[in-house]
Structures are given as structure tokens and as C-alpha cells.
């Protein structure tokens, strides 16, 4: 056995370093391109719900005027001796 396989040199060990680190960090790109993917498509989703719920808004809305207008109609007009 050699005396260079028991005690690596300073460098390979600093070499060894630097790969992990740049495999970490390669993994960590991956990871934030994912996350930012997720990100867009729920922000889209969120914005269709919000323009879904303000279709619904305006459509209760015109349900409730319609209602009122009809209970309006077709309230009886009370008797001529009132």
C-alpha cells in the first residue's frame, strides 16, 4: 500500500469537494425549475378560480335583481277598499 492512498493529497480532497458541491448545486437548479414551474401553473390556476368566482359574483348578482324585480310584479295590489 502506498503512502499516497492512505493520505489523499490536499488538492484531490479539495477536487472531491468541489464535485460534490457542484453535484449539489446542479440537483438544487433542478429543484428550483421544478418549483418554479409549480409556482406558474397554481398562480394561473389561482387567477382562473378568481375570474370563475367574478363570472359567479356577477351572475348572483343579476339572479338577486331578477328575484327582486319579480317579487315586485307579482306582488297582489291590495283591494280597492284599501
Known amino acids: 500500500m502506498t503512502l499516497a ?8 480532497g479539495a477536487a472531491d469537494r468541489v464535485t460534490a458541491i457542484e453535484e449539489k448545486l446542479a440537483h438544487l437548479e433542478h429543484s428550483v425549475g421544478d418549483l418554479d414551474a409549480t ?16 363570472q359567479l359574483e356577477h351572475r348572483m348578482q343579476r339572479l338577486t335583481e ?8 307579482a306582488a297582489p295590489e291590495p283591494p280597492p277598499h284599501y
Open 5 to 12: 492512498a492512505e493520505n489523499p493529497s490536499p488538492e484531490a
Open 39 to 54: 409556482v406558474y401553473r397554481q398562480q394561473q390556476t389561482i387567477e382562473n378560480l378568481e375570474r370563475y368566482i367574478q
Open 66 to 73: 331578477k328575484l327582486a324585480d319579480d317579487d315586485e310584479e
